[in-house]
């Protein structure tokens, strides 16, 4: 059957239709170089207001070296305006890895048997976060796999409650993130109600055709019931989502154009695009061999990637994790990204202790794997200033609301003073003498940075008020 493309449709094959998607391919091809075509793109995407999936699949194929710069130098300044020299950390929280489906690119797939299967106890969880709390962390991402029997939404629901209720010195996870599978509106709502922040789910590839391979068995395997996730996530009352590809599945070029295809029919339906938009590429994992995916991309081209995401939706946070190096990270950081985790553990209970090799429960490598205090100790010399700021969602500040604020520029008042009141709580609580140092001078060299007089004034107050001990001051 033929489908027309149609954002507005609520029909996966509608909103993500391949043979839009092979147009603009060959569109972006024939108009690499032509160089009156890519002025007038980058003209407009100097207006900040977004690129269509068309104009943005020119620039990625683009492959005039002037061009090119241009491009990069761009996206350094839309990441400058809209998110500043800011870094929100998060770290992931592994709560299950019982899995009923069969992706070929996960060691969770339910035919591996030789992984070991976890699932924690809410008793285990308190000690997880305790883990995560006594690091510094303020805001996780609930990860487990499907399984409705092992994992079914009560036992996520508990969860949530569970970690918002820990308490311990002054540790508090103010804002759980969750990356589950797709599910029912029914349950979308209960979640919203759970007081989650974002919904998070990866479309690992937008292809059908390899979607069906990669996923042969499962309930993931229903492609349109996947990709029509987030509709059902927007009408259970979730207003912030967070959309996301598996790089190396497929052909870079195509995802890219589904990934800003879908957020484009989000914004058409919903009047909202996705709150963010992570960028992973394909790891090796215990029986998973990145190699044998034709379709890995070097980082050069992962740049590039970065580059014309954040130009085309600069509304949108961009979230890079520790699958990626150190070095990896130091290139693309300044290109858009504006979440970074750090810290991270893969495995299921993985926080509290190492788990010996022959009993590695982990999803993927971690490539990069130095502790919180020392990602946080190196964006800071970097110039970065590390946030751990929650403020928008306890605020109200979701959806369409959090859009408007964000598209007249009025975020930006919070964004600074947020994250450095919640930097100068991590100094205090948790950071080692050198990082403390470090983040001290920046905080104080930073706060001249914030327009208002009579902010900068709160804000010093509310400092003086986290060295003596009190906590959560937000704007
Ligand atoms: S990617 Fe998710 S759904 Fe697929 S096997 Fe892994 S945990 Fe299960
Ligand atoms: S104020 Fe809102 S947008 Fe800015 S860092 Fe905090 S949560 Fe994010």
Redesign the pocket.
């Known amino acids: 059957m033929k489908y027309e493309y149609n954002p507005k449709s609520k029909c996966a094959d509608e909103f993500i239709n391949h043979e839009e998607i092979e147009a603009t391919l060959e569109y972006a091809q024939k108009n690499r170089h032509n160089r009156e075509l890519i002025d007038g793109i980058l003209e407009k995407a100097r207006q900040r207001k977004g690129l269509s999936h068309r104009d943005a699949a020119v620039l990625l194929d683009c492959d005039l070296e002037d061009k090119n710069r241009e491009i990069f130098a761009l996206a350094e300044q839309i990441k400058k305006d809209f998110y500043g020299n800011?870094i929100?950390m998060f770290a992931p929280l592994y709560l299950s890895n019982y899995c009923v489906n069969g992706c070929v690119y996960c060691p969770y797939h339910a035919k591996n048997r030789h992984i070991p299967r976890k699932k924690l106890t809410q008793e285990e969880i308190r000690r997880e976060v305790i883990a995560l709390q006594d690091m510094g962390h303020k805001r996780l991402a609930l990860e487990t796999g499907e399984d409705p029997v092992n994992n079914p939404i009560e036992y996520v629901l508990e969860s949530i409650k569970t970690i918002y209720g820990i308490r311990h010195k002054n540790g508090a996870i103010r804002r759980v993130n969750v990356n589950i599978a797709a599910t029912t509106v029914e349950n979308y709502r209960r979640l919203k109600e759970a007081g989650i922040g974002t919904y998070i789910l990866f479309q690992e590839t937008y292809h059908k055709e390899s979607y069906l391979k990669l996923h042969p068995t499962g309930p993931k395997h229903d492609y349109n019931y996947h990709t029509e996730a987030m509709d059902r996530a927007m009408e259970g009352g979730i207003d912030d989502v967070g959309c996301g590809v598996l790089f190396g599945l497929e052909l870079y070029r195509y995802e890219f154009a589904g990934l800003l295809m879908h957020a484009e029919h989000l914004e058409a339906v919903y009047g909202v695009g996705p709150h963010t938009i992570s960028v992973p590429r394909v790891r090796r994992a215990d029986d998973i061999d990145p190699d044998v995916f034709d379709n890995g991309i070097d980082d050069d081209t992962f740049a590039k990637i970065v580059a014309c995401i954040r130009i085309a939706v600069p509304y949108t946070g961009m979230i890079l994790s520790t699958r990626e190096s150190q070095k990896c990270r130091e290139r693309v950081l300044h290109l858009g990204i504006s979440q970074i985790s750090g810290g991270s553990r893969t495995s299921v209970g993985g926080y509290v202790e190492e788990e010996p090799d022959d009993e590695k429960s982990e999803q993927f490598e971690v490539s990069d794997r130095r502790s919180l205090d020392e990602v946080v100790n190196w964006l800071m010399g970097m110039g970065y200033i590390p946030?751990f700021?929650?403020?928008?969602?306890r605020e109200g500040?979701t959806g369409d609301r959090f859009m408007s604020l964000c598209k007249s520029g009025q975020?930006q008042n919070?964004?600074l003073p947020?994250?450095l009141m919640t930097l100068k709580e991590y100094l205090m609580d948790y950071a080692s003498e050198d990082t403390r140092e470090k983040g001290l001078e920046l905080i104080e060299k930073e706060i001249r940075n914030i327009p208002k007089e009579q902010v900068r004034q709160i804000v010093r107050h509310h400092l003086e008020e986290i060295e003596k001990g009190n906590r959560d001051f937000r704007?």
Do not use: D, K, L
């Open positions: 800011r929100v946030s700021c929650t403020a928008c969602y500040r975020i919070c964004c947020n994250a704007f």
